[in-house]
């Protein structure tokens, strides 16, 4: 199994533009997590997902960020537009409800 | 890698010792607790877990602790290796289905 994939791993934009974050979750997993880790805030969940439906987003900062789950095997983040306070590290999980998650690398966001 | 690393307790183990981890959690209904290991530039990593029926339970070189009376989480490293040298986080499950995670622990292994 490949786990959780992300992509891409590292992206540098700049102030205002639109950033968008991809995941590929562990096939036959039926949730999934977008959280974003600081070192002032340490690890958030943004949103998370139950068979592709969005459950909470209270932890989405603000309508500049947006995700999506058309399908059990892709999921989006997306930032529009993107500023230099959004910069962090944003990881994509996956697991069975109620139990453990497993986390993807991350991709490692830098807003100039 | 961009666990937060500058603000987290750190504790300095010698190789070989043992390493204990501590956690504690707010939530009283919590019935199940997870450890995570981040090593730096990648994702939290599943240790192991434990549900609020038991109070110990053990894996390879790693046992974790569960006092409900007082909200209290160990993760004890037996023979802490250099290749445990990370950032250890609690969570907890509520909600049904989220996560809360701690702030984490740094463990650094001195050769």
């Known amino acids: 199994d490949a786990g959780v994939i992300q992509s891409p791993r590292h992206e540098v934009t700049e102030m205002g533009q639109e950033v968008t974050l991809r995941c590929k979750p562990i096939?036959?997993?039926?949730?999934l997590f977008w959280y974003r880790q600081t070192m002032m805030r340490g690890l958030e969940l943004l949103i998370y997902?139950?068979?592709?439906?969005?459950?909470?987003d209270s932890g989405m900062p603000e309508d500049r960020f947006s995700a999506k789950m058309p399908n059990a095997s892709f999921s989006t983040l997306k930032i529009q537009p993107s500023e230099p306070r959004d910069s962090a590290v944003y990881f994509c999980?996956?697991?069975?409800?109620?139990?453990?998650?497993?986390f993807g690398p991350g991709t490692r966001l830098t807003v100039l | 890698g961009e666990s937060v690393g500058l603000h987290l307790p750190t504790l300095s183990v010698q190789e070989g010792d043992n390493s204990i981890i501590n956690c504690a959690y707010s939530?009283?209904?919590?019935?199940?607790f997870i450890w995570y290991k981040q090593e730096s530039g990648k994702g939290p990593q599943f240790i192991i877990d434990?549900?609020?029926?038991?109070d110990k339970r053990q894996g390879q070189r790693v046992t974790v602790l569960l006092n409900k009376t007082v909200k209290h989480l160990s993760l004890q490293i037996a023979a802490t290796q250099p290749g445990d040298s990370a950032v250890y986080f609690c969570?907890?499950?509520?909600?049904?289905?989220?996560?809360?995670f701690g702030k984490g622990n740094q463990v650094v292994v001195i050769p």
């Open positions: 999980a996956s697991g069975l409800q109620g139990a453990e998650q497993f």
């Open positions: 096939s036959g997993h039926n949730s």
């Open positions: 997902f139950n068979n592709n439906v969005p459950i909470d």
């Open positions: 939530n009283s209904a919590s019935d199940y």
């Open positions: 434990i549900r609020s029926n038991m």
């Open positions: 969570a907890d499950l509520y909600g049904n289905n989220r996560l809360a």
